[in-house]
């Protein structure tokens, strides 16, 4: 089983930054890859961003340019900056993680990211 810690959620006024922490532990903590996923109200969960242990990312076309995921392994932990932040980015903000190139992945209990003037 995997736990996630999420931090760093808040609201934000257009333009601005954030980030997000997500700490992993238990006892298959070492995770393959890891990234964030958002959900809008009313909308489904997209995949935001994802990082492997060997250093390969995935960015949603919306999102690239303004954000940056990082992770430090020896923590477990991953990170998703978040820079030039539009109203549209407003969503619960989902860690995840997976132990292996393939199977399930353990989901955090979310963030919201709220960005409003």
């Known amino acids: 089983q995997v736990q996630f810690v999420e931090s760093g959620g808040g609201l934000v006024q257009p333009g601005g930054s954030l980030r997000l922490s997500c700490a992993a532990s238990?006892?298959?903590?070492?995770?393959?890859?890891m990234g964030w996923s958002r959900q809008a109200s009313g909308k489904q969960r997209e995949l935001v961003a994802s990082?492997?242990?060997?250093?390969?990312?995935y960015y949603v076309d919306s999102v690239k340019g303004r954000f940056t995921i990082s992770r430090d392994n020896a923590k477990n932990t991953v990170y998703l900056q978040m820079a030039t932040l539009k109203p549209e980015d407003t969503a619960v903000y989902y860690c995840?993680?997976?132990?292996?190139?393939?199977?399930?992945?353990?989901w955090g209990k979310g963030t919201l990211v709220t960005v409003s003037s």
């Open positions: 990082l492997t242990s060997g250093g390969s990312t």
């Open positions: 995840f993680g997976r132990p292996g190139l393939v199977g399930v992945n353990y």
């Open positions: 238990g006892s298959n903590s070492r995770l393959y890859i």
